[in-house]
């Protein structure tokens, strides 16, 4: 069960774009996409990895600029016809996540998850009609893990982490970027680059 990794990508799509993220939902290796979400100076979701562009933070720039650099709007992305999972990494640890619930549940059609490193973030949702999770366990680890699914480093996780998690019923999403031929864990997500499983 593969997820792409900011979309399929080439040499013509970019990562985190509206075509990266249709290459993905046309293809039928993948079941989902991922992407990352900043929030704009003018408090707009934003989808783009990296918080500068240059040399300026995004939540610096309003959106009209940040379109014309060809950023997209997260709510560009939930309007694609699509029953595939969109996993959304937040990247902001200051979002508006009651906005930001507003706006992901009036797609309550959609598959949509939500992971952040930060579990501060994770913790504010509450009435949402998405899945939500904490990224990296490792580093956010707490005693009990409420939440609907979680993201690991392929690195850093065991046989018996990934038995842990299944136990719970606790969905797995594993960050397999650049471990080709390793998909050795059966009923996880691998969120991997196209390259990699082409």
């Not at 379109?67 to 309007?79: A, D």
């Not at 509450?126 to 979680?150: C, H, R």
Request: glycine share 4%; net charge positive; with cysteine.
């Amino acid at each position: 069960m593969f997820i792409a990794h900011r979309g399929v990508v080439n040499k013509i799509q970019k990562e985190n774009t509206i075509p990266a993220f249709l290459n993905a939902i046309n293809n039928n290796k993948y079941c989902g996409f991922e992407l990352d979400v900043y929030t704009t100076k003018d408090k707009e979701f934003i989808v783009h990895h990296n918080p500068v562009i240059n040399g300026k933070f995004i939540w610096k720039y309003n959106y009209k600029e940040l379109k014309e650099k060809g950023l997209v709007k997260l709510e560009e992305v939930l309007k694609l016809k699509t029953d595939k999972i969109i996993l959304i990494e937040i990247k902001d640890i200051n979002i508006d996540v009651i906005k930001f619930s507003k706006l992901l549940n009036k797609y309550k059609d959609k598959k949509i998850y939500v992971m952040s490193f930060f579990n501060s973030v994770i913790a504010k949702f509450s009435n949402i009609k998405f899945k939500v999770g904490v990224l990296n366990y490792i580093l956010n680890s707490t005693n009990d893990y409420k939440y609907d699914f979680i993201g690991l480093l392929y690195d850093v996780t065991t046989p018996l982490m990934i038995s842990y998690f299944q136990d719970k019923k606790i969905e797995i999403f594993l960050y397999a970027l650049n471990k080709k031929d390793k998909f050795i864990y059966s009923d996880v997500y691998y969120i991997v680059d196209d390259k990699l499983i082409s």
